[in-house]
């Protein structure tokens, strides 16, 4: 009996595109919603989330169970990493920050039994093997094996076509590294970084291997479909998570009322001070005045309404249903008596 069949491997091979889903939140629960989502793969990331290898193959075990295929990213490229991951049963690995031909080579001897390469043999104590059930194991593992290299760097780029003559199956490029590296760092979207991963995405596509990426960037998505891309990730179950969350306590806190608080200050100047708190607010919020009256309207829910006469002026403040309208309160006045430094310049708040 041979090893089992690594479907996203052949997938690759054959050319059909594969949709996956970053999995970092470090919980086997988690994963194990994730791979009900239906996407074709999904990686656990034991580079930039709090992994080990117990929580990886506890993970993996779940997505086992499903219609998704596990790949798991290393922290680091090391042999004896590697061969632990491959006996805990992982047959696709992502290994990052490879910047030369003779480390990608290197790699590709770690995931190979000898003669082709440096895997330690302990099957018969491996998961992989089905401990010792999987009789063919030794002689038809390597098949199965898939080994992504992550170009993130100007070094990786630079000897990338040195990376793609060695025996890995595919290049993965990492934009956000790269987009640090080049000098755009949090800017992903930076026309040099694009072209330079698009440029990367034609050359591993020529080279016959299997290119990858992760982008939530859906024009970014499509751009590398169109150029051959073969494992495109479209999410990451953090960062959805965290949305959903946010967007949920957003929508729950509409039902409640907004705090409002109003007050007068007794001014002939009132109409010159609400024109000076809008102008000075205007570059970051938006604003509305004429010679009686203003508001001020901030992204985040902040707002002050100003209406002025001839002997005073009166201020509403506004915030959301959990901000703290004290302290915008004390904002607000500091604000207008810094305006006001002529006279004695106070707001009596109603409320």
Not at 299 to 326: F, K, N
Request: charged residues 20%; aromatic residues 6%.
């Amino acid at each position: 009996m041979p090893a089992p069949q690594n479907a996203f491997k052949a997938a690759l091979k054959a050319g059909q595109p594969q949709i996956g889903c970053w999995v970092g939140m470090a919980n086997a629960y988690a994963a194990e919603i994730a791979a009900t989502a239906g996407f074709d793969w999904l990686l656990v990331d034991g580079e930039h989330a709090p992994n080990d290898l117990r929580t990886i193959l506890e993970q993996v075990r779940v997505i086992e169970a499903s219609a998704s295929h596990s790949v798991a990213r290393l922290p680091v490229g090391e042999a004896w990493m590697i061969k632990q991951y491959l006996d805990a049963g992982v047959q696709t690995l992502l290994v990052p920050m490879v910047e030369s031909g003779e480390q990608a080579q290197d790699l590709a001897r770690a995931v190979r039994y000898p003669p082709k390469g440096v895997r330690g043999v302990g099957s018969a104590l491996a998961r992989a093997s089905r401990f010792a059930a999987i009789p063919d194991y030794l002689t038809t593992a390597d098949d199965q094996i898939c080994l992504l290299v992550q170009v993130e760097n100007r070094a990786g780029l630079a000897a990338l076509d040195d990376i793609l003559a060695t025996d890995v199956d595919g290049v993965f490029i990492g934009p956000s590294d790269l987009a640090a590296d080049m000098g755009h760092i949090g800017n992903a979207g930076h026309p040099d970084v694009v072209a330079a991963v698009q440029d990367a995405m034609r050359r591993i596509v020529a080279a016959g291997k299997s290119a990858g990426i992760l982008t939530l960037d859906p024009a970014m998505q499509r751009a590398c479909l169109d150029l051959g891309a073969t494992f495109v990730a479209t999410g990451i179950d953090v960062t959805l998570f965290a949305g959903a969350m946010r967007n949920a306590a957003k929508a729950g806190l509409t039902l409640l009322p907004d705090q409002t608080a109003s007050g007068t200050a007794q001014t002939q100047s009132g109409s010159k001070y609400l024109q000076q708190l809008c102008k000075h607010w205007s570059h970051k919020a938006e604003v509305s005045f004429d010679a009686h009256q203003g508001s001020v309207s901030y992204a985040d829910g902040h707002r002050v309404a100003m209406r002025a006469d001839d002997t005073s002026l009166t201020v509403t403040a506004e915030t959301g249903p959990r901000d703290d309208i004290a302290r915008w309160k004390d904002v607000i006045e500091r604000h207008l008596a810094r305006f006001a430094f002529r006279e004695e310049f106070r707001i009596d708040w109603s409320d």
